[in-house]
């Protein structure tokens, strides 16, 4: 229960100091508090030095004028008295006060005497409860240490440094947006700042999910194509795309059909107007992922330097 209101109580103090702190070194406010608060200062201490200079005379008077009072009364007795009167009057006046001044001087001396035996008395029972006290501590703090290590030790200073910071920080902090003053168009500044910060956050977080979801759509679609249409042999498709040139073109024979990777590589002297059916073809197969046309347009039955050629690189 002491530890919660220990550390209450720091919060509250480092706040306190912490608004303190930022109403003296505000950096718009600071300067002008910082002499208003030294003038005050000032004018305070003048004013002290006047009542007390005013008392220390109000005091000097009175005693110059008890001086005097006590002169005259002495004087008129000097003069009213007879002397033997007076010299009689001053010894017994005189033993009065020695007698007096014996017993006083005694009661003195016995009041410190038995003030000095009762403070060292008091004394020596603190030091020894003290000693006692401190001795506990250091036991109970060595047994800790055995058994638990230094962890909770640092860690208490630590957390009592972070909550002082923590508190100086809050106090400040109060102070900075709630000042009589620039607190409000402190505020107002704040809250459009964190509002465009907020819509900034927002828009890159609605970008970023667009793109993400983009791409989980193309991972997804392209899972599904390879699902759909897993990859053939090389071998294999070879021999389909073999098997269906006769669909387009009227002599399959004269082309040469190579597959690598997918990608299909068609090369031979066909009829122009083929060319495109036998390309197009092809890349509708499945298992194909690209043609690389190299077939030339003439007659096959000539030499393959004549026709044109048309070296058409077409990819799904």
Known sequence: ?????????????????????????DPEAGQSRRQRLSKATGDMLGQGGSMLGNAWETISDTAAAAGHSIADHARHLNDNLDPDEARAAGERLHKRGLKFYNRAADSVSDTRNSITDRAGDIRDRVMSRFHSARTSARNAADRAASSMGYEREHSHIAGQTACALGSLALGAGLWYLFDPNQGAARRSWLINKSGRILRETGTFLRTSGRYVADKMHGAVAEGRTHLMNPPVPDEKLQEHVRAKLGHWINNAGAVDVSVTGGR?????????????????????????????????????????????TRPISTAM
Request: hydrophobic share 40%; net charge neutral.
């Open 1 to 25: 229960m002491r530890r919660p209101i220990e550390d209450g109580l720091s919060l509250l103090v480092g706040a306190g100091i912490g608004m303190g702190l930022m109403y003296l070194l």
């Open 264 to 308: 299909v590589t068609l090369r031979g002297t066909i009829p122009s107007t083929e060319i495109d059916k036998a390309a197009k073809g092809v890349l509708g197969l499945r298992g194909v992922t690209g043609v690389d046309n190299q077939l030339i347009g003439g007659d096959p039955s000539q030499a393959t330097t004549g026709g044109s």
